[in-house]
Structures are given as C-alpha cells and as structure tokens.
C-alpha cells in the first residue's frame, strides 16, 4: 500500500467545510493534490447530454489560467477523457477512472490534444472523477500527474470512486452558492438604476442578454447595433472596456458613461461591471431620454451612500413625502426614516431641501 501523508478521512472532513469555490480552491482542491501526490487538478461543471457537452465555471489548483481559456477555446470538444469516464459512469463503472483505464495512452501521446496542451503543463497520468446528481453528471474532477510519475492504482482509482458521492454533495452546495452570490450581486448592481427607464444586461462578450422594453425598443432604433450579432454600439463597449481597465479597483460603485443619438434624440447612460469570484463578467447598463433621471448615480461614490439609499434620496428630490417613497420602495416608513437618518449622517446635511441640494451639485 502506498505511503500517503494525509490519512483518507482528512479529506471527507474537509467537504464539510467548503461553502464558496474559493474554499474548495484554496483548502480541498491541494488536499487533493497532497492526498495523491498529485501535480495539478481542476473541476469543471459540466451541462450536456452529448458526450462532448459544455463545460463551465472551472475551479484550479496550480494551472496557469492561460490554459483554461485554451482549453475552453481550443480543446474541449476533442478532450477524450470526460466522455469515456461518462460511458464507464453510465455503464455502471463507478464514479472515477484513470486515463490509462479509458484509452490507450501510447497512442495518446501522439495526439495533438496531448502535444500541444497536456505535454506543455506536465500532464501525463489522469484520474478522472465524475460528479452526479440523481445520477446525472454535472460536473468532472480531473487530478494529474507528470510522465515520470507512477500511473494511478487501483487503489488510488477505489479511493476516488468512496469519494464521488461526497463530492457530488459539495460541489452542488458550492455552485449553488456561487450561483445565489452572482444573483446577489447582479440585484445590488441593478438597484443602483431602479430609477432609469433603460435597463440592459450584456455577457463578456458585450453582447446582449437582456433588455426591458424601454431599452428593447431603443436598442431596435439605433443604427450602430447589429440585431444579427446582438453586439453594442461601439460607445458602449467602450464604456465597458474602461471599466475592465480598473483591475482590481472595480467595485459595485465604479461607472463609466455613454451617450447614444436615436432618432434625433440623445440617450446618456452608464455602464456598471457585476463580478463575482470565477463567475463571468456581466456588464449592466442604464439609461434615460433625460440623461439619469434626477440624481446622478456617482453620489454614491461621492458620500459612500448604498444602492437603496440612493433609492430613497431620489424619491427626496423628486419632491416625494416618506409615506409615498415607502409605497414606491415597497419599505416601511419607519425604514423610509432609518434611511434619511443614514444619509443626512453621510451628507452631512440636517434636511431635505439641502439634501437635495447637495446631490443635485454631483455632475
């Protein structure tokens, strides 16, 4: 039997523990890596019915990042492993496999799948996990080793088949958790634009998931964007890209400005990032006929105010009593009070006419 430095039991306490992607990549992913003797290891969620269906969301201990994105691009669709584990899974094999056990390696090693992105990182040997749910794969674990490594054992192989259903549990736990973050965040982002007509959400790729009908509508009048390729106007994607610029200073606060001409007419909005750890980039953007409405959003850069703060200091300016800012808010008065006690502190104002003063001098 193998000398391992950690006993099988540390890894079934660790599962537990993890309750975001960042745990299971910081703590479990290099107890993995230890238990093993392993050199790399990544998880990816995996949706599809196909033997080649889409992988996502990937979770890695000492890959480079570069490699995930070839992977992504170049290599997923002829990447033998996951649909050969899939057959052995759904033919009733168990939940792991090594790579020697699904394909002749010798040959392996003439392919340019190996060649050009195994052989670059040291990947040799594999031991390749399948994660299910009701005895549906979402998700693949794959653990490596280098050429001059021994290839996984049996042993290794029936260690890592105990440990699927413990994985199953955890990695449903922390996708669904990431998942509920990501939904979180993009909330708290759109918030900040309750009070503009125009609401739009675009992927990575600056290209368009969703629109409300006021921005539906506006969208289908401008000529810069291209309905076929759902791609923005080039005053968009620039406002995304400065924001991308930021690095690590991005934040939920961070904006950048646009201004579109429709129909004679112009449209300034703005553009905020919506983040969340491995999650992809969503850019939100808002707009209105009348530029932001009564309140520029930037106030809440300016006094360190909150998204549903900024709410409440629009209906302010707008003339609106606590009673009706509490039927438009869907809050209680006394919350509608709690709030304006908040921002008069952050303002350092004592009532309403120099509230409004004050935010309405943010440009």
Do not use: W
């Not at 230890?34 to 269906?53: I, K, L």
């Not at 020697?100 to 003439?110: D, Q, R, T």
């Not at 340019?112 to 052989?119: E, G, H, I």
């Not at 003339?319 to 509490?326: F, H, L, Q, R, Y």
């Amino acid at each position: 039997m193998t000398y391992r430095p950690l006993p099988f039991s540390a890894l079934l306490d660790a599962l537990p523990r993890c309750h975001s992607t960042t745990q299971f990549k910081n703590y479990f992913l290099p107890l993995i890596c230890e238990f093993f003797s392993a050199s790399t290891a990544v998880m990816h969620y995996y949706t599809g019915s196909s033997d080649y269906g889409t992988f996502h969301d990937p979770v890695y201990v000492n890959i480079d990042p570069s490699y995930i994105d070839k992977f992504r691009d170049s290599f997923a669709n002829i990447d033998p492993f996951p649909p050969a584990a899939l057959r052995g899974y759904q033919e009733g094999a168990g939940h792991a496999f090594s790579s020697a056990a699904l394909i002749n390696m010798e040959e392996f090693s003439g392919t340019d799948f190996y060649r050009s992105f195994l052989k670059p990182q040291g990947i040799y040997h594999m031991l390749i996990v399948v994660i299910a749910r009701d005895d549906k794969p979402f998700a693949f674990l794959g653990i490596h080793r280098g050429i001059d490594q021994p290839a996984f054992s049996a042993d290794e192989v029936e260690l890592a088949n105990q440990l699927g259903p413990y994985l199953s549990s955890v990695a449903d736990r922390v996708h669904m958790a990431d998942e509920l973050a990501l939904y979180k965040r993009t909330v708290e982002t759109l918030s900040y634009g309750l009070m503009n007509k125009g609401v739009l959400i675009l992927d990575p790729s600056m290209r368009l998931i969703y629109a409300n009908e006021y921005a539906g509508l506006a969208m289908a009048d401008c000529d810069d964007f291209d309905s076929d390729t759902r791609r923005f106007p080039d005053v968009i994607a620039q406002a995304c890209q400065s924001l991308l610029a930021l690095g690590e200073n991005l934040n939920v606060t961070s904006s950048a400005n646009f201004t579109l001409n429709i129909d004679a007419q112009t449209i300034n909005g703005y553009v905020r990032a919506n983040h969340h750890q491995q999650q992809p980039m969503l850019f939100l953007a808002f707009f209105n006929s009348d530029e932001y409405g009564v309140v520029n959003p930037k106030v809440c850069d300016e006094f360190g105010i909150t998204a549903r703060e900024l709410a409440v200091v629009r209906c302010v300016a707008e003339g609106k009593t606590n009673p009706e800012i509490a039927d438009e808010l869907f809050i209680s008065v006394r919350t509608v009070q709690n709030h304006l006690r908040s921002i008069f502190t952050k303002c350092d104002v004592h009532n309403r006419t120099s509230l409004t003063n004050k935010v309405l001098s943010v440009s």
